[in-house]
């Protein structure tokens, strides 16, 4: 059972950054699909990036394009999101994600029923 740990969120003035991190407990963290999600209170849970299990294939959320980079660390079993330019309205609960499936070829990794495994999530909050 792959879990995940979050970590790096907290409270930072907009136009500020911050660097989450998730890390996986099993060495197959490397042939999954991982995407991070947010969630603000009141609202759905809404997709923020993604990247396939070789690191050669992002896909990012309009709101957030050209703000944010996922990337991730196989040998670290880590994934990461880097977040520049924050704005109030990226304060959230971010959660890491993994595919249902190992070496998963979606066509289309927004929806969060592709994802199987999550983490707990953490705090981020952007002041105005």
């Known amino acids: 059972q792959l879990q995940l740990v979050e970590s790096g969120g907290g409270l930072v003035q907009a136009g500020g950054s911050l660097r989450l991190s998730c890390t996986a407990s099993?060495?197959?963290?490397?042939?999954?699909?991982m995407a991070w999600f947010r969630q603000a209170p009141g609202k759905e849970r809404e997709f923020v990036a993604s990247?396939?299990?070789?690191?050669?294939?992002?896909v990012y959320a309009d709101s957030v394009k050209g703000r944010v980079t996922i990337s991730r660390d196989n040998a670290k079993n880590t994934v990461s999101l880097q977040m520049n330019s924050l704005k109030p309205e990226d304060t959230a609960v971010y959660y890491c994600?993994?595919?249902?499936?190992?070496?998963?070829?979606?066509?289309?990794?927004?929806?969060?029923?592709?994802?199987?495994?999550w983490g707990q999530g953490t705090q981020v909050t952007v002041s105005s």
């Open positions: 990247i396939n299990w070789s690191g050669g294939k992002t």
């Open positions: 994600a993994a595919d249902l499936n190992r070496y998963s070829k979606r066509d289309d990794p927004r929806p969060s029923r592709v994802y199987g495994y």
């Open positions: 099993e060495r197959t963290f490397s042939s999954y699909l």
